[in-house]
């Protein structure tokens, strides 16, 4: 069975630092990995995708890279703001599995403090 | 953002009726999901449809139905609801294995 993690559970950063969010995954056998961000009380944002044969993938002040193999994805955060605070989720997406049923982390909040 | 609609945003019954959430997508996506979110549990997949009239249980599905008349709407019914069925459900669409997008979220509290 699955299991995906993200750790810490929870990070405070002071603005303008970079943040590094880790999760991983047990089963590599993996079709796509996709980061999210969840304000309180707010549904989930998508925030990247990336396929099992991609490395990486960026949008503006966000890159995520992928290693199969050894079950881990990392979010880079540039730069950070104090409206990067939210909680972020990884949830990964078996080979095993078709129509996008999603497997989840416990996700991380972040505080970003100015 | 995605066209995603969940009603109601919030809701509070009563153990043992019945409650009908209900979620609209105007992106014309093939795929929909329900999840449900609690603390310490994350976010658990309740059911999903493939099609119109093509549903399937997910982890959780034990207490809730779902039904899919037409591509824009399904619908998570709880026939008789427990204290326990006391969360936040979330909506999902997707085009099959590729991107996943969520709707905003019904809070609902069975007291």
């Known amino acids: 069975k699955q299991e995906v993690t993200q750790i810490p559970a929870a990070l405070s950063v002071p603005e303008g630092e970079n943040l590094v969010l880790n999760c991983s995954f047990t089963d590599s056998a993996i079709y796509n990995l996709q980061w999210f961000r969840q304000d309180p009380g707010k549904g989930l944002t998508s925030l990247l995708l990336?396929?099992?044969?991609?490395r990486e993938q960026t949008s503006g002040r966000l890159n995520a890279s992928l290693d199969k193999s050894s079950g881990r994805s990392t979010l880079y955060i540039a730069a950070s703001q104090p409206g990067d605070s939210a909680t972020y989720l990884c949830?990964?997406?078996?080979?095993?599995?078709?129509?996008?049923?999603?497997?989840f982390g416990a996700g991380t909040q972040v505080v970003v403090t100015p | 953002d995605a066209g995603i609609t969940q009603s109601p945003r919030h809701k509070v019954t009563e153990t043992g009726t019945p409650v009908t959430l209900r979620c609209h997508q105007t992106?014309?996506?093939?795929?929909m999901y329900w999840y449900r979110q609690d603390p310490g549990h994350g976010l658990r997949l309740i059911h999903y449809?493939?099609?119109?009239?093509?549903?399937d249980k997910g982890e959780v599905s034990d207490g809730y139905s779902v039904s899919r008349s037409k591509t824009e709407d399904f619908l998570l019914t709880l026939e008789s609801a427990t204290s326990s069925q006391t969360s936040v459900y979330f909506c999902?669409?997707?085009?099959?294995?590729?991107?996943?997008?969520f709707g905003q979220g019904t809070r609902l509290t069975v007291v």
């Open positions: 949830a990964v997406l078996m080979t095993t599995d078709s129509w996008g049923k999603l497997q």
């Open positions: 999902a669409i997707s085009e099959g294995a590729t991107e996943a997008f």
């Open positions: 449809s493939y099609g119109v009239k093509d549903t």
């Open positions: 992106e014309n996506h093939r795929y």
């Open positions: 990336i396929q099992s044969s991609q």
